[in-house]
């Protein structure tokens, strides 16, 4: 049986939930997943990992999606493929007061699912809120928590928001590496010292990144494929599912401005496959 957190232990401030979940007291493992096509292999993965395939239930957030309650459907569609039908679920509103009864529900869930789609409009929901203290409880607890494409990018503490500063008029994407052009706010934090990039071989994010990596020297950077996911255990990660994941460290701390252009020396760039590991230190 879990133990419970009294909710009032936890309503102290964002820092401090932060900083008790980012210790190694944290019990819970993420699945990071990149967006894409969730194959069945990687819900079962998922499912077994988070252990409902025996007892306990799913609890799906799909407040990043401009249609949440389809979102909810095709989520509980998933874990049906992967044999689980004890999935719950709520679109929790801005600005509202969150049912008691649903926040008992989310904190108590053995796995949390957070569905894609604007990773700012569920932000926009939870930040500073019961919901959020809620999920850092269930983390904190040994529960799993998952997310896909922007329920990916959520997880850390600073968060990309896929907005640009500049050339806000184009739809090409970071076609560039320039200074104070990624928008970065405040995510989760279940994860800190690290900002995660989704859909990021397939939709060619590698200039968002490095980027990101430049202008963030502390920050492991880490941007995940489509049908891939990495598994957090502490400081441990592991890559699943069909493809790569990439991680950019910027150790010297570089940082050169040119006519709005960025340079750096020594960046680190890795690309791990399925079944590799690697370490957030």
Not at 54 to 71: F, H, K
Not at 169 to 174: L, N, P, Q, S, V
Not at 245 to 273: E, H, K, S
Request: net charge neutral; hydrophobic share 40%; proline share 3%.
């Amino acid at each position: 049986m879990k133990k419970i957190v009294p909710l009032a232990t936890v309503i102290l401030s964002t820092f401090c939930i932060s900083c008790t979940v980012n210790n190694r007291s944290a019990d819970g493992t993420l699945f990071i997943i990149g967006g894409g096509e969730r194959t069945t292999e990687m819900m079962n993965e998922l499912v077994d990992l988070s252990g409902t395939r025996n007892e306990g239930y799913i609890y799906v957030l799909p407040m990043a999606s401009s249609l949440p309650d389809s979102a909810l459907i095709w989520a509980r569609y998933d874990f049906m493929a992967a044999g689980i039908t004890r999935v719950k679920g709520y679109n929790f509103r801005q600005g509202e007061t969150p049912p008691k009864p649903q926040i008992d529900s989310l904190r108590n869930a053995k796995l949390i699912y957070i569905s894609g789609g604007d990773q700012s409009r569920f932000m926009s929901v939870v930040l500073n809120t019961t919901v959020m203290d809620a999920i850092h409880e269930a983390y904190q607890n040994g529960s799993v928590i998952s997310g896909t494409s922007a329920g990916a990018a959520v997880m850390s503490k600073k968060m990309i928001t896929g907005n640009q500063k500049k050339h806000m008029e184009t739809d090409a994407g970071f076609v560039t590496i320039e200074a104070d052009n990624i928008e970065i706010t405040q995510g989760l934090g279940l994860l800190e010292n690290v900002i995660i990039d989704q859909h990021f071989i397939k939709r060619q994010r590698l200039n968002r990144l490095v980027a990101a990596s430049v202008e963030n020297p502390d920050e492991l950077c880490v941007g995940i494929d489509e049908s891939t996911a990495i598994v957090v255990k502490r400081k441990n990660v592991r890559v699943t599912g069909a493809g790569q994941v990439i991680t950019i460290r910027n150790p010297g701390a570089v940082r050169r401005v040119q006519n709005g252009m960025l340079g750096t020396d020594n960046l680190r760039l890795n690309v791990y496959l399925p079944g590799e590991s690697f370490n957030l230190d």
